[in-house]
């Protein structure tokens, strides 16, 4: 765990890197649309926007089509009723109101016929609609589409992260969501279902050389994300996250060992890729243990072809801290007291945001992290950590849209559960200190990376040491893992009681 914690300084410098990136990448200008969508509940409709002089458009009577029930109408020269119900509506060309019920409604624009249509502005949404059904109307001035009848849209943000060789695409929603993906055209289409969606923006550019634009498109009333890449030949590995409150997608030249198991779109040709229907059981670990048990995330740190690091007779820290998490394991499942879920059990080396998003996925009660480190002299050694979150500026400058409900960025969860994740590196350390033999200090916080975007207490344990220099024999033998894993179940159990 050393090696994380020393490079602390070069991630501080990653995520001043990405706040760069944030403020490069903007939200461009509302893409010109041509159909405005009703989304009804029966099923979404649209109805092309007509554009005379700077003013945008809707033909009354298609409108009211849709939403209620005419019964009938009288048009003169310069004016139109219509019946429908105990209602009527009642508009007269050049007046910038519309009469409701026998009240005046105003509009930001004077009702206009054309081509033989009654003509209104986009603000009769607002202002006249909500008259005109019993079922709540969601609108938004200047939006492109009305919700009717439904619950209240959902939305999301969206974050690129570089990478080396890519990006990591990040799209946070507000509810939870479905997504179907294609490939086409040159662009992956992510189709979104489960919850109808108002995007706050509906274009995102990036100075990126993988990804160009994220936008958001429902032209068709089916509501979608199409990324358009900056370079051909690339991949695209999408993964639902957060039981569907999440998506990461990667994009890069070369598949990642993160995410291995995804299918991968590519373009421009190939069949379509399978729709990653969120966490299917191939991309998320199983679950051990009684069904109603508390789910405890072990992770192995390191692994695949990161070896952590090394002991003098060359035992790898991957190994090491795989046979304590797998002991662990076996004494959390033999308590009946606990499920268990590790983020590897193989020599595979999950991304940092994979082995969290595992855990966040699972919805698990806990989450530890294993590593082994350089503790000098003082061996055998346990410590056990919790988060230390970045500076204060970096988490007061979370992204929350004014009005909007905030998102937690995906990258800051774990500080909404910090006071929690003390208390748990606190139980760990006591029961731990309590090993004959062992010297375990205070638990403490430290900036773990891996901890980062964990949504549930989380902790850190490290054993020692282990370095270059020593014969780390003490830390593998049976016994010692044993000790430490009866302890672990004994510090769970007491973080577990109120
Ligand atoms: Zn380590």
């Given amino acids: 765990m050393n090696q994380r914690f020393h490079s ?9 890197l990405l706040l760069g990136v944030a403020l490069v990448f903007w939200p461009s200008r509302t893409l010109r649309s041509d159909n405005f969508v009703f989304y009804l509940p029966a099923g979404a409709k649209t109805i092309p926007i007509e554009t005379v002089g700077h003013g945008d458009y809707l033909p009354l009577l298609q409108v009211l089509n849709l939403v209620v029930h005419v019964d009938g109408m009288q048009a003169s ?13 009642e508009v007269h060309l050049g007046d910038r109101k519309v009469r409701v019920n026998k009240a005046w409604v105003p509009l930001e624009a004077p009702v206009r016929a054309e081509n033989g249509e009654w003509l209104v502005p986009l603000g009769f949404m607002a202002s006249a609609l909500p008259h005109l059904t019993r079922q709540p109307v969601q609108y938004r001035v200047g939006a492109r589409r009305v919700f009717i009848g439904e619950a209240r849209p959902g939305s999301f943000s969206v974050r690129l992260k570089p990478l080396a060789d890519g990006a990591d695409i990040m799209v946070a929603f507000t509810e939870t969501v479905t997504v179907k993906t294609e490939a086409a055209n040159g662009r992956w289409i992510l ?39 900056a370079a051909e030949g690339l991949n695209f590995y999408p993964l639902l996250a957060e039981g569907g409150r999440g998506l990461l997608a990667e994009v890069s030249k070369q598949r990642t060992a993160s995410l291995a198991n995804l299918p991968p779109a590519s373009l421009p040709s190939g069949p379509p890729p399978p729709a990653p229907q969120g966490a299917t059981a191939e991309e998320i670990p199983s679950v051990e243990g009684v069904a109603s048990a508390p789910l405890i995330i072990l992770d192995p740190g390191h692994g695949g072809s990161d070896p952590g690091s090394h002991d003098k007779n060359g035992v790898l820290e991957k190994d090491l801290v795989l046979s304590l998490a797998t002991r662990v394991r076996a004494v959390l499942l033999a308590s009946g007291r606990f499920r268990v879920s590790l983020t590897r059990s193989g020599d595979s080396d999950p991304t940092f945001d994979r082995r969290d998003t595992i855990a966040n996925v699972l919805h698990a009660s806990v989450f530890l992290t294993f590593h082994a480190g350089d503790f000098g ?79 549930n207490p989380a902790a850190a344990v490290e054993i020692g040491s282990f370095a270059p220099d020593l014969d780390s024999a003490p830390l593998s033998a049976l016994s010692f893992q044993q000790q430490l894993a009866d302890a672990i179940l004994k510090g769970l159990d007491a973080f577990k009681k109120p």
């Avoid at 602390?8 to 001043?16: E, H, N, Q, T």
């Fill in 77 to 89: 020269q310069s004016s139109l009723k219509v019946w429908f119900g105990q209602s009527d509506v």
């Fill in 191 to 229: 189709y979104l279902g489960g919850h109808p969606i108002e995007p706050l923006e509906t274009s995102y550019a990036f100075q990126n050389p993988f990804v160009k634009t994220l936008q958001f498109d429902d032209q068709d009333g089916v509501p979608k994300l199409i990324i358009t890449p």
């Fill in 377 to 455: 002299a003082a061996s055998p050694r346990a410590a056990v950590y919790s988060f230390e979150p970045p500076a204060p500026s970096e988490e007061s400058s979370l992204p929350g849209p004014a009005g909007m409900p905030r998102l937690i960025p995906w990258e800051y969860v774990q500080v909404f559960e910090l006071d929690r994740s003390r208390e748990l590196a606190g139980a760990l350390q006591q029961s731990l200190a309590a090993i004959p033999g062992l010297s375990v200090p205070k638990a403490a916080a430290a900036p773990a990376r891996v901890l980062r975007s964990v949504g």
């Fill in 8 to 16: 602390y300084s070069r991630r501080l410098l990653w995520v001043g």
